[in-house]
């Protein structure tokens, strides 16, 4: 008892001096933050967390270090919003304030229990120390219950431990719980973990209440196929198909298909249920660009899937903001659907509602250079399309933005190699970190769509239709704002744009 109480208080100073923190300091982020993408109240964001909504909002959590711009003991950070565009602050919900997670509460999921109670479930970091004093890190998973903005962690975390990890499952690399309904009625969770070939692994477990779990089955196994630990599952039904999406971390390249280092998968296939295993049929990286990770979708209302991803990568932290106040951007909501066997992702039709004027140049031939001071900008919903002229494929089309004179980043078509390459590596960038990347996409003959939304210091790029998605975040300055249109060989070209203002 004597002991509970401790922790009660140990608990209460940690987190509250975070929530006085980020409300002191929030107001020195102003005019620094991106326009529309979610950013930390204060400090540094990593992954998206307990996406959901819940009592008429859409949440988002996200992994936060208020008091730095680097990574550091996670919190969950909190907003919420009524379109997924503008986004409310609320308190911190979580910070590492208990044995059990005193090395940070970790990644996971939201879900809303039968009487209306608001269920989070995380991973609760913390260490052991053996005989000789050496210390491990140890991962369990660990839930609290709250209403929308105050949650209490359950006295008997952590509610899964290395206890319910199968023979051979690491007990360090144990996390990221995805909570989901089950049509019986049940809560299903699945946690990523490393099996004993070192790679990743899928572990299913079930609830009647989200508080005392059982451990069902691995559903899905890495084998060394794509990248090592399996980061940040998902798990649903879209268009017939289930979906897992995962971020492995240290991939190893496949040219025009996947990236190395930290990247994103989803796999797509079937699944009948607890009795059996998830059946892939096909796999692709979630976004070819740089800067995606750890997505995490809900379902509307209106029964479209909506992702957000963390819009950065582990491999490019030190890719720097201008302010050492902030660092971490989440992506825009993507509506993803699923159709022949691939994984479709498009800008939400909310982004509309930020749209100005349309201006467009229809039919344009070009060989060669062209820009307009009216197409210009640094938040952008900017689609172009390309075809060839007088049926003859020109070589490279090069969508340049963010420029000033050479200084620019650009996406780029090969007609030959059916490749879009998205860089930064001209635009003014100071790390010689990953700056560009390339994506294998369907050959049409030289016919190509670009939709790309530029918020000063990001481009999401949704290639034909939103086959292709590539990210990437350019922290140039702000006065870059000039766009232009390179076509090596003659081309016939739409371009649509509107300005993007919240
Ligand atoms: C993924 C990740 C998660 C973990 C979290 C820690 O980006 O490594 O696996 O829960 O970040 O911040």
């Known amino acids: 008892m004597f002991e509970q109480v401790i922790k009660g208080i140990?608990?209460?100073?940690?987190?509250?001096?975070?929530?006085?923190?980020?409300?002191?300091?929030e107001s020195k982020m102003e005019g620094l933050r991106p326009s529309f993408h979610l950013t930390p109240r204060v400090g540094w964001m990593n992954d998206p967390n307990g996406f959901c909504y819940y009592k008429g909002q859409y949440h988002m959590f996200y992994q936060y270090h208020p008091y730095d711009n680097h990574w550091g003991p996670m919190h969950w950070g909190h907003a919420v919003s009524s379109d997924l565009l503008h986004w409310e602050y609320l308190p911190v919900v979580l910070a590492p304030d208990m044995e059990y997670d005193k090395r940070g509460c970790f990644s996971g999921s939201a879900i809303e229990l039968s009487d209306g109670r608001h269920l989070i479930m995380y991973t609760g970091v913390s260490?052991?120390?053996?005989?000789?004093?050496?210390?491990?890190?140890?991962?369990?998973?660990?839930?609290?219950?709250?209403d929308g903005v105050n949650y209490?962690?359950?006295?008997?975390?952590?509610?899964?431990?290395?206890?319910?990890?199968?023979?051979?499952?690491?007990?360090?690399?144990f996390r990221d719980p995805r909570l989901f309904e089950g049509k019986d009625g049940l809560i299903y969770c699945l946690v990523g973990n490393r099996s004993s070939d070192t790679s990743g692994q899928m572990l299913l477990y079930k609830s009647m209440d989200g508080f005392?779990?059982?451990?069902?089955?691995?559903?899905?196994?890495?084998?060394?196929?794509?990248?090592?630990?399996?980061?940040?599952?998902?798990?649903?039904?879209?268009?017939?198909?289930?979906?897992?999406?995962?971020?492995?971390?240290?991939?190893?390249?496949?040219?025009?298909?996947?990236?190395?280092?930290?990247?994103?998968?989803?796999?797509?296939?079937?699944?009948?249920?607890?009795?059996?295993d998830f059946e892939v049929e096909n796999n692709q990286c979630i976004d070819n660009g740089i800067d995606y990770y750890a997505p995490q979708t809900i379902t509307l209302a209106d029964g479209r899937r909506i992702m957000i991803g963390w819009m950065q990568n582990w491999d490019t932290c030190n890719n720097y903001t201008p302010s050492d106040l902030w660092c971490g951007q989440m992506s825009i909501p993507r509506e993803v659907t699923v159709r022949d066997g691939r994984l479709y992702q498009v800008p939400a039709k909310e982004i509309e509602s930020l749209r100005g004027d349309l201006i467009s140049v229809l039919n344009m031939k070009l060989n060669g250079e062209y820009s307009a001071e009216i197409l210009n900008g640094r938040k952008l919903d900017l689609t172009v399309k390309i075809r060839p002229s007088e049926g003859k494929v020109y070589d490279n089309f090069e969508v340049r933005f963010f420029q000033k004179d050479n200084n620019y980043a650009f996406v780029k078509y090969n007609t030959h190699e059916s490749m879009v390459t998205l860089s930064r590596e001209f635009a003014g960038v100071r790390r010689a970190i990953v700056n560009k990347t390339s994506c294998s996409v369907d050959n049409k003959g030289g016919e190509i769509e670009l939709r790309i939304i530029l918020d000063k210091y990001s481009a999401e790029v949704f290639i034909n239709g939103g086959k292709y998605a590539m990210t990437i975040d350019v922290y140039n300055d702000q006065s870059f704002d000039g766009i232009s249109f390179v076509s090596d060989g003659e081309a016939l070209i739409d371009i649509e744009k509107f300005s993007l203002e919240k």
Not at 264 to 271: A, M, R
């Open 127 to 146: 260490e052991t120390v053996d005989e000789n004093g050496n210390k491990t890190e140890c991962q369990t998973q660990c839930v609290a219950v709250g």
């Open 10 to 25: 140990y608990m209460e100073d940690i987190l509250n001096k975070a929530r006085e923190y980020e409300k002191e300091n």
């Open 212 to 276: 005392k779990w059982e451990f069902v089955r691995i559903i899905a196994q890495n084998r060394n196929s794509f990248g090592k630990m399996w980061e940040c599952p998902d798990f649903f039904l879209q268009d017939g198909k289930w979906v897992l999406l995962t971020s492995p971390q240290d991939m190893e390249a496949i040219p025009g298909r996947y990236n190395s280092g930290n990247g994103t998968l989803c796999l797509i296939g079937n699944w009948d249920g607890e009795d059996s």
């Open 152 to 173: 209490v962690k359950y006295e008997n975390n952590p509610v899964l431990t290395s206890d319910d990890v199968p023979e051979g499952g690491s007990h360090i690399d």
